[in-house]
């Protein structure tokens, strides 16, 4: 008994090795895919846009191999939980209700104006209008804090054509993001003042996981230390430099 309770030991011990030999081989970054120009799928069908290239370069500062694996912005966080993935880097705001869950990191973007986008032409009450914002979003908990009536899509390509189709007045969203949609249709335009919501975006990490987020906040600071992380935001154009 003493010898099977021993080998039995050895063998847990082993394994466990093994999990974190494998755990601190490859890191797995989770992300959305869909919310260009923060992450976005290529052409190719690969992670791409601000976060892939600011989540390369945190992995080689912290000598770190990482691998990027998408998921639904809706399960973002319980399957990082669950540990399908090490990290988010998703364009999540950094919020208090988030911090009951989640540790992040310092924020590696100031916080991006959220801006209305309507039909062009009218002009919008927001406490008073139909908004549309993906569900899950800093933007989806202020329309219904002001108490206007809100319609919440898994998707954020599903929100503009809500506003397209008539069933909304406008989208609540990150201006870096609307802003193509501005710009590249006649029929789109801002329909109401910009606004500021959460803390700036950062880095999602298991609370279990302090060492791992610690070697990703000190490679964010080098970044801003040395200009780089800043070269990145005005390369896509995500909003105020540090």
Not at 60 to 70: K, N, Y
Request: proline share 3%.
């Amino acid at each position: 008994m003493k010898l099977f309770l021993t080998g039995t030991a050895v063998l847990a011990l082993t394994a466990s090795l093994a999990m974190a030999a494998s755990h601190s081989e490859t890191v797995r970054l989770g992300t959305e895919g869909a919310y260009p120009p923060f992450n976005f799928l290529n052409d190719a069908g690969e992670v791409d846009g601000f976060e892939r290239e600011v989540g390369d370069e945190l992995c080689a500062r912290a000598e770190l191999t990482c691998e990027w694996v998408t998921n639904e912005w809706d399960s973002i966080i319980p399957n990082l939980v669950s540990g399908n993935y090490d990290a988010i880097i998703a364009g999540m705001s950094i919020t208090d209700e988030r911090e009951e869950v989640i540790d992040f990191t310092q924020n590696y973007t100031q916080p991006d104006p959220s801006s209305y986008l309507g039909m062009a032409g009218t002009e919008i009450d927001p406490a008073g209008a139909v908004i549309a914002a993906q569900a899950g979003t800093i933007q989806a908990a202020h329309i219904a804090e002001i108490g206007a009536t809100l319609l919440e899509f898994a998707n954020p390509e599903e929100t503009i054509g809500a506003v397209r189709d008539g069933e909304a007045d406008a989208v609540l969203a990150d201006k870096s993001f609307l802003t193509p949609y501005a710009e590249e249709s006649a029929e789109l335009d801002f329909v109401a003042e910009d606004i500021l919501l959460g803390g700036g975006i950062g880095m999602g990490f298991r609370e279990s996981d302090a060492e791992l987020r610690a070697k990703f906040d000190a490679a964010i600071q080098s970044m801003k230390e040395d200009g780089s992380l800043n070269a990145l935001i005005e390369k896509w154009d995500v909003g105020e430099t540090f």
